[in-house]
């Protein structure tokens, strides 16, 4: 318990200070990166990626330090050999959705990786290019701006040609992306996939303001992560103000811990086709404005396949949680959030706190 005591309290200092106007304007400066952040020069995402078939992807592994700031203004791709490094202290904001389609997002296809690797002293930020000051006035509960980070692996799931994400036994594409597009899919063919798949790593992350709407009912996820394996090391991931889920699993075996998700429009933590993996220390509070219809949102959300009974299930073991599921709004609206929706699979929550006020 005294992890969960710490975690809490961990958790109800970022919200105070997130929710006072936090300004991290020096955002790097311990790790000697320029401040403030906005006065480093911007780089466009467009000229580092050479445009294939209307793609845009990085033709070699790049390296993103803290001396710039990076304008997200396509839809990249990370193909398979290459590796797209963040440095810590880095900044990339995501540019308005030119249309529902093409939200500009990073997507790391099959076989590539990402190396994120920040610290807490120097966390690696992505959000929206209308944080111009990053002073602390933008307001925290704005969402949907840009689309989210992706990470597409090689691992196990569960996907059958009776779900609506198939492309052929073992591979499915990632939800809300064009299934035409190869470096969309994930997953492997029965008796080829690795459990044990590298995608990278993503430590001390912060997604904020992104989840940008495809279609009516169709939003990105803050991060999603398909069949992505557990030789992929996430930590110290915060999820701010998306506007679908703010983490979200389709089969694969990846773990995480210290994942903090809140002011998001939809579930907190959502996981499909059969997800295998462990979640430790996981924070989440819903936002006092959300729009979506009370039923689709909880804190958990498991879909096994959405079919209900296809195998592998969804195995998860939760450890160490801290969930608020409401808060009063101006008018006396009291917005409710659900604990958990399990639909085929098992789940087993070990040390978790639920306040229900």
């Not at 911007?42 to 304008?71: A, R």
């Not at 969804?314 to 160490?320: I, R």
Request: aromatic share 8%; glycine share 12%.
């Amino acid at each position: 318990m005294k992890k969960i005591r710490l975690l809490t309290a961990t958790a109800i200092l970022a919200i105070a200070a997130i929710t006072n106007g936090f300004s991290q304007s020096n955002l790097g400066e311990a790790c000697g990166c320029p401040v403030p952040v906005s006065d480093r020069p911007e780089v466009n995402f467009s000229t580092l990626v050479t445009t294939v078939g209307g793609i845009d992807l990085l033709t070699k592994s790049t390296v993103l330090t803290c001396t710039n700031t990076y304008i997200l203004d396509r839809k990249v791709y990370v193909p398979e050999g290459l590796t797209l490094t963040i440095m810590p202290g880095t900044v990339i904001k995501g540019a308005p959705n030119l249309d529902a389609a093409n939200a500009c997002a990073i997507v790391v296809a099959r076989g590539g990786k990402i190396i994120a690797d920040g610290t807490e002293s120097c966390p690696i930020v992505m959000t929206t290019t209308e944080d111009i000051n990053f002073d602390g006035t933008y307001p925290v509960c704005n969402k949907g701006k840009w689309g989210g980070l992706v990470i597409l692996g090689k691992g196990k799931n569960n996907v059958t040609p009776n779900n609506g994400l198939y492309v052929s036994p073992g591979v499915a594409y990632v939800e809300g992306y064009p299934a035409a597009n190869p470096y969309n899919v994930h997953g492997a063919a029965p008796g080829t996939e690795n459990d044990d798949d590298n995608s990278g790593i993503l430590r001390y992350v912060s997604v904020r303001h992104a989840g940008a709407t495809i279609t009516t009912a169709n939003e990105l996820n803050g991060i999603t992560l398909g069949s992505v394996g557990r030789g992929t090391t996430i930590d110290h991931v915060e999820i701010v103000a998306n506007d679908d889920d703010g983490i979200e699993f389709f089969g694969g075996t990846v773990n995480v811990k210290y994942v903090a998700m809140w002011w998001g429009n939809d579930d907190m933590f959502d996981w499909d086709l059969g997800w295998r993996g462990n979640a430790q220390f996981l924070f989440g509070i819903v936002s006092p404005d959300r729009v979506a219809l009370p039923g689709a949102d909880n804190a958990f959300e498991s879909d096994g396949d959405d079919k209900n009974m296809h195998f592998p299930e969804d195995c998860v073991m939760q450890q160490g949680l801290f969930l608020t599921s409401q808060f009063s709004i101006p008018g006396g609206v009291l917005m409710n959030i659900h604990p958990i929706m399990l639909i085929a699979g098992m789940f087993t929550m070990d040390q978790g706190i639920y306040t229900s006020r």
